[in-house]
T-cell receptor, first 112, second 116 residues
Framework: TQLLEQSPQFLSIQEGENLTVYCNSSSVFSSLQWYRQEPGEGPVLLVTVVTGGEVKKLKRLTFQFGDARKDSSLHITAAQPGDTGLYLCAGVRGGSNYKLTFGKGTLLTVNP | GAGVSQSPSNKVTEKGKDVELRCDPI?????LYWYRQSLGQGLEFLIY????????KSGLPSDRFSAERTGGSVSTLTIQRTQQEDSAVYLC??????????????FGPGTRLTVT
């Protein structure tokens, strides 16, 4: 059983479209992180959300942490080809501030 | 400054052989982590080092897997008697650790291991 479920697994859209990626769990996390990974490279941290209900914006990317700290979403506005990549959510559970539990990821392709 | 580096970038080995994967963390990062990324399982935690000691080895899948870290820097992940299910990308990450708090993990590019 996957602790963090990400959906959709694959997403192919046209440049300019909006999209949302979801990360859901039945467990509570003390914090949740979003990463982007490109082929042949390791994941790169985009954002960390800590407080239930928290919303963070990073240019065209909006991240939200659920009120109960069990789920999160990533919304991209006006997607661009440079947004193409594997988006991963990762949670940290109470008692460990280092051990990341990852979802399986959403592979996003933005076509020009 | 230099990021996390890993070597080799690709390794092809025959089933039953031993392999060693190397990680050079960012200078000054006392915490080091190994993860495995495979198509079916996603990214899985393997082991965590605090300095040269490994207080959390809970993710190592079997006793064929071991890791060590020397001088608070370089780490080596060793897989003995490799099996085809060991084929994956092995990622290393490092982070600062202050007052018991681990900060952002910086990942290396990974080593792609293929067991034939």
């Amino acid at each position: 059983t996957q602790l963090l479920e990400q959906s959709p697994q694959f997403l192919s859209i046209q440049e300019g479209e909006n999209l949302t990626v979801y990360c859901n769990s039945s467990s509570v996390f003390s914090s949740l992180q979003w990463y982007r990974q490109e082929p042949g490279e390791g994941p790169v941290l985009l954002v960390t959300v800590v407080t239930g209900g928290e919303v963070k914006k990073l240019k065209r990317l909006t991240f939200q942490f659920g009120d109960a700290r069990k789920d999160s979403s990533l919304h991209i506005t006006a997607a661009q080809p440079g947004d193409t990549g594997l988006y991963l959510c990762a949670g940290v559970r109470g008692g460990s501030n280092y051990k990341l539990t990852f979802g399986k990821g959403t592979l996003l392709t933005v076509n020009p | 400054g230099a990021g996390v580096s890993q070597s080799p970038s690709n390794k092809v080995t025959e089933k039953g052989k031993d392999v060693e994967l190397r990680c050079d963390p960012i200078s000054g990062h006392t915490a080091l982590y190994w993860y495995r990324q495979s198509l079916g399982q996603g990214l899985e935690f393997l082991i965590y080092f605090q300095g040269n000691s490994a207080p959390d080895k809970s993710g190592l899948p079997s006793d064929r897997f071991s890791a060590e870290r020397t001088g608070g820097s370089v780490s080596t992940l060793t897989i003995q008697r490799t099996q085809q299910e060991d084929s994956a990308v092995y990622l290393c990450a490092s982070s600062l650790q202050l007052g018991g708090i681990s900060y952002e993990q910086y990942f290396g590019p990974g080593t792609r291991l293929t067991v034939t």
